[in-house]
């Protein structure tokens, strides 16, 4: 399968920006799975901003999803939560059309009974609202918080750690408020698609990136603790044949839950440190 991906991104100002787009793309799609990422060239990429340039970003999404179809691809990416030419790319073309602002409002809403969203500024906040009144989801929306940030200082981010450690507190500090006003799911709308790969990159660490040596270690512990909880319950059963399944002070069904819990996280790990391999190393795919 051949997908385009239409980020909104200038592609002489996206250095930082489509490499860890890449990575994030590159660490979700399936084998024999081909994502071309493309930015845009003719116009300013503005058009979250500002409606009279939006017109431009329309244009050339638009050529781009015409150019798209005829060579080949299975399905145009709209990978910008404006949402820019969605309906029109629709009109025209006989391959599927998503975006990501739809497609994301949608999961949310598999994801929980509400949600809500961070917007990188005050200035993009109303196009959030009307994409989910839009897509009639404006009443599981239960609001936006907006970022005091701008597209600029999300590309700073990318490469100054203590302006990422403050683009973080204050992305934190927004989901908290849109906890309390009872979002049960939330995502950052970056517009100008510096946001996500932003706070992805950050969002790391032990428990977080996938480690094939922490996961075997995980995955070990998990069979000998299921283990021995199954010998426990064979002893505990020849002893005390009436507490069975909810005796004790913890039950041992609780314990063999827990342990596989501990056996699905080990794997986690473990499979997808694997699979980031075998696509870093297209020598270790099989076929």
Known sequence: ?????????????????????????????????????????????????????????????????IRAEKEGYDAFLIGNFSDTGVDEARELLNIPVLGICENSMHLAC??????????????????????????????????????????AALKQAMVDRSLKEQVMAEFTACAKRLLQRGAEFMFATSD????????REAVTGLFVEPRRVFGRGVLYFGYVYLAGMVLRYVIRMSLYPEERWFGGTIPIFFHWVLAAFVILFGRFHRC??????????PSLRSG
């Open 1 to 65: 399968m051949k997908l385009w991906y239409q980020s909104l991104a200038r592609e002489s100002d996206a250095i930082h920006y489509h490499p860890l787009l890449r990575k994030a793309i590159d660490s979700c799609v399936d084998s024999g799975t081909k994502v071309d990422i493309h930015g845009v060239v003719a116009s300013a990429g503005m058009g979250v901003f500002y409606r009279i340039l939006r017109h431009y970003d329309l244009q050339e999404v638009i050529r781009n999803a």
């Open 110 to 151: 598999q994801m929980g009974a509400s949600f809500g969203v961070v917007p990188v500024s005050q200035k993009q906040t109303p196009g959030k609202i009307e994409n989910a009144r839009r897509y009639g989801l404006e009443r599981q929306m239960v609001g936006a918080e907006p970022l005091d940030s701008s597209p």
């Open 192 to 199: 100008y698609d510096f946001g996500g790969p932003a706070i």
């Open 272 to 281: 997808r440190s694997e699979d980031s391999s075998r696509k870093a190393d």
